[in-house]
């Protein structure tokens, strides 16, 4: 059995046209060379989770060097207003600042902007927030000093990660507050977190031997402005996203052996002739899981199976082609410019615009939370089947039901948990509130569709680990019987961290060892 193959990333524009990239190795000396080039999702995975270095490729390093050569030229032959290189932000921006100002007025723009609040962001989005935003400077369209950028990747190297507050940013004008207490430790300020303590940059600083940054011209903008916090908790919430598809498909399909369905809801000739992509994945995903399957094949007395279990093609796939649609626009983001004023140093042009505005993110991050709901919507109604006492399972999976409550309330949790995504899924990016005096008159919400999205995933982790507990349960009371081999060798794994439960117990343990379980899944099934 194999784990599903997601679509290549597609994007046409003047900037990479019909680009279509296999996923790629990392590299065997764990490193990942930074440079203008598409950067996939699934490398992105690929340097999180194999703890890869990077580095600045030779031709993101002339890049970088070229435009901030442009700049310094253009800023010393030039007596135009360009803004926030020599004016003011946001609604300041018709205040001309003098030359020997400039500097000041940058430092002055991250310490300001740094005024983020609520919890932390968690340390793989940190990690996620310095990769993208090195992704975004190194396409050489910024005006940042090299030394700048190199810093960045010291930090993704040394895992040292900026301590960012999960609130502040309106989606718009770029991640202003997030992307502020990402850059404060550049220039000395601020704290970070290194082997998970907390620590004031400075000090981590001075122990490398780093010299805080003196920010030049440009650099505190190309810093702030830009959508990298959107990005980075996009970025996560699609690759588990695309790991939960697959844990629910497997979870599904003990259920559908749990509640002795049928499996000709998953023909493929009623699926071809209403063929969406991820309803047709589906379906052969669930009949490649229930492969020789003895419950499977055996006859059956009900007519038809609920929704829940007759309907997983539609249901799943619908969110397979949501996430495959999520992961076309994070593809064209993490390799975008979203900074502002953007400088063409071949041109000789320096642009105002709104790169940085995140509605393509709000939009996307809302729809793939959406998807994800749906997911657990769904698991929490197989869950409630699989202990209500019918097809000849016990009432809530327990044999001495009445003294023993059995599997009764993790139905309640799951269902809890399953009523608060949902209102976790009221779209942030039909939100705006003016800001800046004005100026900036229409914002995305996109960090607050980010965060909602993160809640969402971590949600419908835990409603589908109930779901396999249950499952699990289930079949235990149809042995002797058997399932498929791929089925039974998930159980026969989960058995050795779980027992089945014979008597009642707190189950509280269970249900997140099921969730640490489910979360190694997509390794131990792919073969």
């Given at each position: 059995?194999?784990?599903?193959?997601?679509?290549?990333?597609?994007?046409?524009?003047?900037?990479?046209?019909?680009?279509?990239?296999?996923?790629?190795?990392?590299?065997?000396?764990?490193m990942?060379?930074?440079?203008?080039?598409?950067?996939?999702?699934?490398q992105?995975?690929?340097?999180?989770?194999?703890?890869?270095?990077?580095?600045?490729?030779?031709?993101?390093?002339?890049?970088?060097?070229?435009?901030?050569?442009?700049?310094?030229?253009?800023?010393?032959?030039?007596?135009?207003?360009?803004?926030?290189?020599?004016?003011?932000?946001?609604?300041?921006?018709?205040?001309r600042?003098?030359?020997?100002?400039?500097?000041?007025?940058?430092?002055?723009?991250v310490?300001?902007?740094?005024?983020?609040?609520?919890?932390?962001?968690?340390?793989?989005?940190?990690?996620?927030?310095?990769?993208?935003?090195?992704?975004?400077?190194?396409?050489?369209?910024?005006?940042?000093?090299?030394?700048?950028?190199?810093?960045?990747?010291?930090?993704?190297?040394?895992?040292?990660?900026?301590?960012?507050?999960?609130?502040?940013?309106?989606?718009?004008?770029?991640?202003?507050?997030?992307?502020?207490?990402?850059?404060?430790?550049?220039?000395?300020?601020?704290?970070?977190?290194?082997?998970?303590?907390?620590?004031?940059?400075?000090?981590?600083?001075?122990?490398?031997?780093?010299e805080?940054?003196?920010?030049?011209s440009?650099?505190?903008?190309?810093?702030?402005?830009?959508?990298?916090?959107?990005?980075?908790?996009?970025?996560?919430?699609?690759?588990?996203?695309r790991?939960?598809?697959?844990?629910?498909?497997?979870?599904?399909?003990?259920?559908?052996?749990?509640?002795?369905?049928?499996?000709?809801?998953?023909?493929?000739?009623?699926?071809?002739?209403?063929?969406?992509?991820?309803?047709?994945?589906?379906?052969?995903?669930?009949r490649?899981l229930?492969?020789?399957?003895?419950?499977?094949?055996?006859?059956?007395?009900?007519?038809?199976?609920?929704?829940a279990?007759?309907?997983?093609?539609?249901?799943?796939?619908?969110?397979?082609?949501?996430?495959?649609?999520?992961?076309?626009?994070?593809?064209t983001?993490?390799?975008?410019?979203?900074?502002?004023?953007t400088?063409?140093?071949?041109e000789d042009?320096?642009l105002?615009?709104?790169?940085?505005?995140a509605?393509p993110?709000?939009?996307?991050?809302?729809?793939?939370?959406?998807?994800?709901?749906?997911?657990?919507?769904?698991?929490?109604?197989?869950?409630?089947?699989?202990?209500?006492?019918?097809?000849?399972?016990?009432?809530?999976?327990?044999?001495?039901?009445?003294?023993?409550?059995?599997?009764?309330?993790?139905?309640?949790?799951?269902?809890?948990?399953?009523?608060?995504?949902?209102?976790?899924?009221?779209?942030?990016?039909?939100?705006?509130?003016?800001?800046?005096?004005?100026?900036?008159d229409?914002?995305?919400?996109?960090?607050?569709?980010?965060?909602?999205?993160?809640?969402?995933?971590?949600?419908?982790?835990?409603?589908?680990?109930?779901?396999?507990?249950?499952?699990a349960?289930?079949m235990?009371?149809?042995?002797?019987?058997?399932?498929?081999?791929?089925?039974?060798?998930?159980?026969?794994a989960?058995?050795?961290?779980?027992?089945?439960?014979?008597?009642?117990r707190?189950?509280?343990?269970?249900?997140?060892?099921?969730?640490?379980?489910?979360?190694?899944?997509?390794?131990?099934?792919?073969?």
């Amino acid at each position: 059995m194999v784990i599903t193959v997601w679509p290549n990333q597609v994007v046409e524009n003047q900037r990479f046209k019909s680009v279509s990239r296999p996923p790629s190795t990392v590299h065997q000396d764990f490193m990942h060379h930074i440079s203008p080039d598409p950067l996939t999702l699934e490398q992105v995975g690929q340097i999180l989770a194999s703890g890869s270095k990077i580095a600045l490729s030779d031709e993101a390093t002339r890049r970088i060097e070229h435009c901030r050569r442009y700049l310094d030229d253009k800023m010393a032959a030039s007596g135009e207003t360009f803004y926030g290189i020599n004016t003011g932000f946001g609604s300041l921006c018709n205040v001309r600042i003098e030359p020997d100002e400039l500097e000041q007025l940058q430092l002055n723009l991250v310490m300001s902007h740094a005024c983020g609040m609520g919890d932390e962001v968690p340390a793989d989005v940190v990690r996620l927030m310095l990769l993208l935003k090195i992704q975004g400077l190194a396409q050489g369209y910024s005006g940042v000093q090299l030394v700048t950028v190199q810093r960045l990747v010291d930090f993704f190297n040394h895992d040292v990660l900026p301590v960012i507050y999960q609130q502040g940013s309106l989606g718009a004008s770029g991640d202003l507050a997030p992307l502020a207490h990402l850059s404060l430790p550049l220039v000395g300020m601020g704290e970070v977190r290194i082997n998970g303590e907390k620590r004031p940059a400075a000090e981590v600083m001075f122990g490398h031997g780093w010299e805080p940054i003196r920010l030049q011209s440009k650099e505190g903008l190309a810093l702030l402005n830009g959508t990298q916090f959107c990005q980075a908790y996009g970025v996560w919430c699609l690759l588990e996203a695309r790991r939960l598809y697959e844990v629910a498909n497997l979870t599904a399909a003990i259920s559908l052996d749990g509640f002795d369905c049928r499996l000709s809801p998953f023909h493929e000739l009623l699926h071809k002739i209403r063929p969406h992509e991820g309803q047709l994945k589906t379906a052969e995903a669930i009949r490649n899981l229930l492969k020789d399957s003895e419950i499977a094949a055996r006859g059956k007395t009900a007519v038809q199976d609920p929704y829940a279990f007759r309907c997983i093609p539609q249901v799943h796939g619908a969110s397979y082609d949501a996430i495959a649609h999520v992961g076309r626009v994070l593809f064209t983001e993490i390799n975008a410019v979203t900074d502002n004023p953007t400088i063409f140093p071949d041109e000789d042009e320096i642009l105002s615009g709104g790169n940085f505005h995140a509605q393509p993110l709000a939009l996307a991050l809302d729809y793939l939370a959406i998807a994800l709901a749906e997911l657990g919507s769904i698991s929490e109604r197989r869950t409630y089947q699989l202990i209500s006492g019918q097809r000849g399972l016990p009432h809530f999976l327990t044999k001495n039901g009445g003294v023993n409550s059995g599997f009764m309330i993790p139905q309640y949790t799951a269902a809890s948990i399953v009523s608060q995504t949902k209102q976790l899924c009221t779209p942030a990016s039909v939100d705006s509130i003016v800001s800046s005096n004005g100026q900036e008159d229409h914002v995305s919400m996109g960090a607050n569709a980010a965060t909602k999205c993160w809640r969402v995933v971590k949600n419908v982790e835990r409603v589908l680990a109930i779901e396999f507990f249950t499952a699990a349960q289930a079949m235990e009371f149809r042995r002797p019987l058997q399932s498929s081999e791929a089925a039974e060798e998930a159980l026969a794994a989960y058995r050795k961290v779980v027992p089945a439960v014979e008597e009642d117990r707190i189950l509280s343990g269970d249900m997140e060892a099921t969730v640490k379980f489910c979360r190694g899944i997509n390794k131990s099934i792919s073969k």
